[in-house]
């Protein structure tokens, strides 16, 4: 089945620096790669996806880039905010099924 | 984004009783919903995919006896823990598959807390 890795486990940024988290997949099938944020006791909630189709993708201080040949995506994001700070997943969803194989998560702190 | 409702957020129960949550889709229809497990700074492992009409998808390792799983309708899943124990005491999550116009986006609710005593 799909293996999501994702690093670092935890990031802490200045506010107004930019934050990069990388997952790697290894199932050539997939062709979906959402990211999730998930602040203190809520749900997860989707912030920015991409598929297999396209190699980047953005959205305001967001973007999120695709390497297919080497199965590795990552999230980008600018100008951070102190509202940033919160666990994000990675995500991958293969070609034959609907589920998504999460990572393990990133903490982001993003300190004044 | 669409919504999606879970209930109870928290249930406090003893020892071998079950407990039931529901999760609703509200504003769509999902035919296929998702339950999750997470543990204290945990990412989501996927306990079972919930097909609508039909019996549910379990994965390695979920015992399906324990944790019934039914999805009668288009907008509603249930996942009941039967005799609860301690170490059933964890965050589960739900989430709904929209899938309209060939979307394939992931929609969760708000958890539900499970203190077993």
């Known amino acids: 089945g799909e293996n999501v890795e994702q690093h670092p486990s935890t990031l802490s940024v200045q506010e107004g620096d930019s934050a990069v988290i990388k997952c790697t997949y290894s199932?050539?099938?997939?062709?979906?790669f959402p990211w999730y944020k998930q602040e203190l006791g809520k749900r997860p909630q989707l912030i920015i996806d991409?598929?297999?189709?396209?190699g980047e993708k953005k959205d305001q201080r967001i973007a999120v880039t695709l390497n297919k040949t080497a199965k590795h995506f990552s999230l980008h994001i600018t100008e951070t905010q102190p509202e940033d700070s919160a666990v994000y997943f990675c995500?991958?969803?293969?070609?034959?099924?609907?589920?998504?194989?999460f990572g393990t998560g990133t903490r982001l702190q993003v300190t004044l | 984004g669409a919504v999606v409702s879970q209930h109870p957020s928290w249930v406090i129960c003893k020892s071998g009783t079950s407990v039931k949550i529901e999760c609703r889709s509200l504003?769509?229809?999902?035919?296929?919903m998702f339950w999750y497990r997470q543990f204290p700074k945990q990412s989501l492992m996927l306990m079972a995919t919930?097909?609508?009409?039909?019996?549910?998808?379990?994965e390695q390792g979920v015992e399906k006896d324990k944790f019934l799983i039914n999805h009668a309708s288009l907008t509603l899943s249930t996942l009941t823990v039967t005799s609860a124990h301690p170490e059933d005491s964890s965050f589960y999550i739900c989430?709904?598959?929209?899938?309209?116009?060939?979307?394939?986006?992931?929609?969760f609710g708000a958890g539900t807390r499970l203190s077993v005593l």
């Open positions: 989430s709904a598959r929209e899938s309209s116009g060939g979307k394939n986006i992931q929609y």
């Open positions: 199932d050539s099938a997939s062709n979906y």
């Open positions: 991409i598929r297999s189709n396209v």
């Open positions: 995500a991958a969803n293969p070609g034959t099924a609907s589920k998504l194989t």
């Open positions: 504003d769509f229809q999902a035919t296929t």
């Open positions: 919930s097909n609508e009409g039909s019996k549910a998808t379990y």
